[in-house]
């Protein structure tokens, strides 16, 4: 399984950027797709997440301004952020759990894409 992320960029505090993340390869079915981020010096963290039930969770500091999507069909989900924030920075990685079949048995995985650089300039 492959996640090839697309969308990041420099922008000026209050514009907007729209990630998007495409899977691709042996997928039975996606649990669940979103997105993470890294700032310098601190942990990962969740930034949005959508699962197959289109149940979304959101990091409080982006909700409200930030949306996400899926195409359960085209195994792609997308990431609008809008009134971006300095502190929105980082390095924004797509992250998917993916059911596959082997033998008839049903695996998760947990993948995840290269990451994608989100600058914020004040």
């Known amino acids: 399984v492959q996640l090839q992320a697309s969308g990041g960029g420099l922008v000026q505090a209050g514009g907007s950027l729209t990630l998007s993340c495409a899977a691709s390869g042996n997928i039975f079915r996606i649990k669940a797709m979103g997105w993470y981020r890294q700032a310098p010096g601190k942990q990962r963290e969740l930034v949005a997440e959508?699962?197959?039930?289109?149940?979304?969770t959101y990091a409080d500091s982006v909700r409200g301004r930030f949306t996400m999507s899926r195409d359960n069909t085209r195994n792609t989900a997308q990431l609008r952020m809008n009134s971006l924030k300095p502190e929105d920075t980082g390095v924004y990685y797509c992250h998917a759990l993916v059911v596959t079949m082997t033998d008839y048995f049903p695996k998760e995985m947990d993948h995840w894409g290269k990451g994608t650089q989100v600058t914020v300039s004040s």
């Open positions: 959508l699962t197959s039930g289109s149940s979304t």
